[in-house]
């Protein structure tokens, strides 16, 4: 009896100890914040926001099949600029590769120096057909709403070029002069991979022998509510980027009249291969940038998931499952599968002989096809 009274007091002890030092290690967490800047720096909004809404209104369309591109809108894009921001043509050295996409060269005191690469792009996907009944506005209106701009580009990313014009133009008005020189590429076929965009300008500078000290691209956005335990926005600084593969799934079979189907058509047969798919989802594993991120905002949790985050070795299991339950926050820990594309028949009364589907992966740095 002495024994198992014993025992039952160093169990006790245990559990005791244990909370102490998770509670303890909830306790010291301090906030990894940097401290903030203040400016009286003051630019004209309305105008920024005229120029971001204006610029909404081109349809500059990225298609699969690029047959389809509009390049009349791209030219007027480009116009476009010209037209608002003329002081950045005449100060910074101007040039299209490959026709479309955009260089900006602003030159430092000190080319001796490194330079250093910004980079956005002004194409944006098309609009479903049959969708755009959805929108609330014309998503190519660039419509002022309650202080939101509607369209297409207004998170990705013509706000990226517009934006950083518009500093660039605001410094020039300053008569600010950088140390070293400075870059704006602006690619015009990011959402179909850059082939003809980015990898164009790519090649371009690297046959002139320019190496960058580093490049910054248009990285994450300030979210809410994607963050559990996080009432404030906020601000997602991508330090990496997950690889893109897309997988092509065909069916064949006999065809026939919709009066006498099989039991399985070849329609209900891909159907089901990609349900399997998304329920045989890829395993989530809290590492790397995603990893870094909840370090970064562990403390300004509440105190029921700072207690939770600030013991991740413990909890890391519950961590996890915790952040399968979003979306946004499932694609942080894992590669996801996401089926994209479904094409099969032609007439409403006929079995189609095929059935294709493509499903989009977003690879998780780490991760490998040949793995």
Known sequence: MKKRKLALQIIGGIIIIFL?????????????QPAPHPTDIVINENVAVEKLSKAITYKTISYQDRNKFDFKEFEKFIAFLYESFPRIYEQLKFERVNKYALVYKWKGSDSGKMPVGLTSHYDVVPVLSGTESNWEQDPFSGAVVDGKIWGRGTLDDKIGVIGILQAVDFLLMEGFQP??????????DEEIGGDE????????????????????????????????????????????????ATAKLTIEGSGGHSSQPKDHTNIGRISSAIAKLEDTQFHGDLRGPGEDLFEYVAPEMSFGMKYVFANKVIFEPVIEKILLGQPASAALIRTTIAPTIFQAG???????ETATAFINLRLMPGDSLSK
């Open 20 to 32: 102490i030092v998770i509670v303890f290690n909830t306790l010291i967490v301090k906030s990894k």
């Open 346 to 352: 032609e007439q409403y009364n006929a079995l189609p």
């Open 179 to 188: 140390k070293r020189d400075l870059y704006f590429m602006f690619g015009f």
């Open 197 to 244: 965009g980015a990898s164009a300008i790519v090649d371009t500078l690297k046959d002139r022998g320019i190496t960058f000290d580093y490049v910054l691209d248009e990285g994450g956005a300030i979210v809410e509510n994607m963050v559990p335990g996080v009432d404030q926005p906020v601000g997602v600084v991508g330090i990496s980027e997950k690889g893109s």
